[in-house]
């Protein structure tokens, strides 16, 4: 029996007339590898941002770890554990990628503008521990050699890791990646992926937008397709893959 | 390791002698109005450091900050002056002004967070004009205020039943009250500069910067928006509420004329044109700005005199005149300020061949910058 560890219902989001999110409802299980593909504008970042926060949806359910999370804040949710990249990098460019790691530590902390001023014993160790933690999760995406670079000077694949290190210092049990892979050459994408399994492997449930449809294939242990706002199709990779209808859409979107 | 601390500690101690000993240069070769500027320079140093939190840190545009140095001010004298005949000691009212400046700062924080750029300034600057005008009107019906007169013979900070505000005899010269006011000020200036410095480099310091980096992408990492705006608010405010006190007690007068927009912009211009966000470069604003129109002040007159033998331009605009082509000048060539950090210099200097996708390209995650 499979333990759910997100829930969402009927979930709708309009903008005006456009209908981006029609009856969206789908369940992701605690350690899986979760895939949402679909062409491009079928909703599936508006479905990460009704997710994060960052949008309210207009109806629907939504919990996570038995924690209603239906219209709430952005860190609210952070709080209970669902962590994101951005599909267009959002780094915070001018800081190095250890503060940038260090500002994802903010949400698991507590010192204030005292402690900070008097800089008493609990804060410094604080400090040091934040510190600690974004160091250990720069070396495990791989970027631990540019710490002190600022983020904005590093390369390509570095940001995508880089945000990826930012989303896990807020312990998440959930991390969801919009489209990772995005730029990357297939060697990158290969490293990649095995960071991916890395995570999974310590026990973070992954939430993953792709449009490398091999990559999805391999990585993902079931997979969602999105098509004008719906969900057209759902099941493990092979079942997906052969699905008439998910066939339909892709060409479609192809042809148009 | 120990070369570099006993180089700084060296630094340290020959900034802490020439400090010490400044006034004293100062008021003996240029006069006791000189000493005087340099009092205004350090109140200016906590103001700017102030607004640098709300606007340098965090990056919120304030242009009304001037409000919270006059609540500052006209707490102090209101509660230490014969205007309401309350005396109440200097070392509960100068908290209180901070105190009562921090609650106004989230009182302002408070509607305009969901507001940017272009509007927050604005709406921040109708707030400054609306303090100013209470502070104008409240003397009908019923006189708190004092209206446009202000309140006069506010009472100067005592230390041990020894008061600031009169003159000290030392070594058979006697000592005009701007001198002990000095090292008041600078002992305030400095722990301003600490508690900046501390704040700056904390999860807090972090988290606004964070915020003036990208405040969707800080929200999204868990940052609570709300409570990092108001306490930027709210700490900035804080030195503005003790900056006021310290000028009450130290003009002994306050009126609404001295938290007119012109000064908000003062402060504003010492933060940007010292370097926005960098404590040393705002500690040089705001002597530079402090400092220069007195400066100008002391040469146009004299040198009209001298050259033509009479006035030709009225010093007062000369000096205003100079003054703004001067900050023109500095902010076309250093757009960044004179002192910038790091991190703002850089943000100037390759804005153009910027590795991050800026507002255009946010499209794809749906989200307005
Ligand atoms: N903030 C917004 N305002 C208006 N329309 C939006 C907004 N965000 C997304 N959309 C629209 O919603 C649809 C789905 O977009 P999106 O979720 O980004 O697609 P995907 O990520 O699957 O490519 C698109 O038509 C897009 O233009
Ligand atoms: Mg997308």
Known sequence: MADALLKIEGIHKRFGGLHALNDVGLTINRGEIYGLIGPNGAGKTTLFNVLTGLYQPDEGKFTFNGQDLFRQKPHVVVKAGIARTFQNIRLFGEMTALENVMVGRHVRTKAGALGAILRDRATMAEEKAIRDRARELLNYVGIGNVANERARNLSYGHQRRLEIARALATDPTLLALDEPAAGMNPRETEDLQALMEKVRSSGVTLLLIEHDVKLMMTLCDRIAVLDYGKKIAEGVPQEVKSNPRVIEAYLGAAHA | MPQNQSKRMLAFALSGIVLAVLPFIVGSTLGNSWVRTLDFALLYIMLALGLNIVVGFAGLLDLGYIAFYAVGAYTFALLNSPHLSIFMPWWFILPLGAILAAFFGIMLGTPVLRLRGDYLAIVTLGFGEIIRIFMNNLNAPVNITNGPQGINMIKPIEVAGFSLGKPVELFGTTYNSVYIYYYLFLLLAVLTVIICHRLQHSRIGRAWVALREDDVAANAMGLNIRNIK???????????????????????????????????????????????????????????????????????????????????????????????????????????????????????????DDGIPAADSQAADGLKG
């Open chain 2, 230 to 352: 108001l306490l930027a608010f709210a700490m900035g405010a804080t030195f503005g509420g003790v900056a006021g006190g310290l000028f009450a007690s130290f003009q002994g007068f306050v009126s609404p004329e001295s938290f007119g927009l012109m000064e908000s912009i003062m402060v504003l211009a010492m933060v940007v044109l010292g370097g926005m966000g960098n404590i040393s470069g705002v500690i040089l604003g705001a002597v530079l700005l402090t400092v220069t129109p007195e400066l100008l002040r002391d040469i146009i007159g004299p040198l009209q005199m001298k050259a033509f033998g009479r006035m030709i331009v009225d010093p007062e605009n000369a000096r205003m005149l100079m003054f703004g082509l001067a900050l023109i000048v500095v902010m076309l060539v250093r757009p960044e300020g004179l002192w910038p950090s790091k991190r703002r210099k850089a943000e100037f200097h390759d804005a153009l």
